[in-house]
Every structure is written in structure tokens, then in C-alpha cells.
């Protein structure tokens, strides 16, 4: 059983960038799906730059690069995950669901019979 | 032995607000350490009002108020963690504890292979 309240969020650094996130693993599948990366920021609704920036960026970050475009130019043609790109995918997956199965114990179990469904109300007036 | 390319964030949500993360938690440590909301932000270099914020959402995501500040006003007197913020904070920091363990596996070692110590340079010019 998950838990909506709590979240988990791993990202991998090479130097000052972030080689592999949420956010990249994300679109990683969406280039897998869409078979294009333009398509695949649209349907992340991310804007064009920002989806070929973070493209460029995790080519980058690894030994080798994770997504390959088709002959044609970047802004022609398809795109897909390299073999590595699927190792690395894989690998970021199945350590997100790790650590959210670690976090599935006691601490979490008294955290949760602490916390409240909905904050209570802000501003409220001093009591007395 | 830790990894500083691996970050794990933990939150835990109340409704649409963050009950606990590593700001939050940082807080309360600081809090502890200075007995004093406003020295805790100074510390942590949070703006007055920020820190407050936090404060005030933290003690009204959980059953019980995280801080307690001290009569004569919120701005004097000092402020200490209560036995209720205490617990959650022990719990939280267990929570980020076992996540990191979980993460170093057999997932991170293949990772931490593909993994560039920095990237590479970017604005490249197109091969061949």
C-alpha cells in the first residue's frame, strides 16, 4: 500500500547538474512512448526548450547518452532510448521503489497516526 | 559510506501542505539548538518571515503544535520543541536514515558505473 502523503524524491548528481531526476525519468518514458522528444515534452506539457535542455543534460551526465536522435537534424526525425538510457531508467525506478518500501515501517506508522488529514486553519486568533 | 550524488528528499503532506521536509526538519533542530525561533532562522539564514511560516504551518499539519513558544508574545521570550515535535522529528530523521540505506544497492552500484564525475561540456558542436 502507498501513501499520497508520503514523497520520495531521489536525484543523482554529476557535478552541480542533476544527471537524473523525477522529472527526467519522466520524460525518458515519454520519449520511449512517443518515439519523439517534442512530442514527448508536449505531452509532459514542458515547454520545447526546457525539453531538449534536459535532454542535453542527461546526455552529459553519463558515460554514454541516454536518448538518440534520428539522422535528419535535432529538430527532424525520431528520437529513442539508447540501451544505456533503459539501464539507467531501470535502475532510477527501482531505486525509488526501494527506498519507498523502506520507508513502509514503524517511523512511518507513527508518523502517520500523528499527522492530520487537512492543516488546520491559518490566522487563527491567540487563545485566551 | 554515503554518496554525494545521491540525494534523497523525503516530505510528508498534510492536504496541500508540506508537514515535514528537510526544511522543516532542519528547523526544528536548529530551534532546539538556539531556543529561539527567530535565532534558529538567523542561523539557517531564512528570513523572519519565512521561518515563521514554517513554524506555522508545521504546527498545524500534526495533532499536536511542533514549537511552543514561551508567553509574552511571539516575538520574546523563547521557544522550545515539544515532546510531540521531538517524536516526529526522531521518526523523520530515521525515515531519511533507512531510505539512504535501501538506496545502496545493487541499483546504485550500476548507477554510480555510468555515472560522470562531471559533465561534459555543453554547446558542442555537432560530430562528423
Redesign the interface.
Given at each position: 500500500m502507498t501513501h499520497?502523503?508520503?514523497?520520495?524524491?531521489?536525484?543523482?548528481?554529476?557535478?552541480d547538474?542533476i544527471?537524473?531526476g523525477p522529472g527526467k525519468a519522466d520524460l525518458l518514458d515519454a520519449i520511449a512512448e512517443h518515439g519523439s522528444i517534442s512530442a514527448a515534452g508536449r505531452a509532459l506539457g514542458m515547454s520545447y526548450r526546457r525539453t531538449w535542455m534536459l535532454v542535453?543534460?542527461m546526455?552529459?551526465?553519463?558515460?554514454?547518452p541516454l536518448v538518440e536522435t534520428a539522422a535528419g537534424g535535432s529538430h527532424g526525425g525520431g528520437a529513442r532510448i539508447s540501451e544505456?538510457g533503459r539501464?539507467?531508467l531501470a535502475?532510477?525506478r527501482?531505486?525509488e521503489q526501494?527506498?519507498l518500501?523502506?520507508?513502509q515501517?514503524d517511523?512511518?506508522t507513527?508518523?502517520g497516526g500523528?499527522?492530520?488529514?487537512?492543516?488546520?486553519?491559518?490566522h487563527r486568533k491567540a487563545e485566551g
Open positions: 499520497p502523503a508520503l514523497h520520495i524524491k531521489i536525484r543523482l548528481y554529476c557535478g547538474e544527471a537524473m542535453d543534460v546526455n552529459r551526465c553519463w558515460d554514454e544505456r539501464q539507467i535502475h532510477y527501482a531505486l526501494k527506498t518500501d523502506a520507508a515501517g517511523d512511518w507513527a508518523l500523528f499527522l492530520r488529514n487537512q492543516p488546520k486553519e491559518a
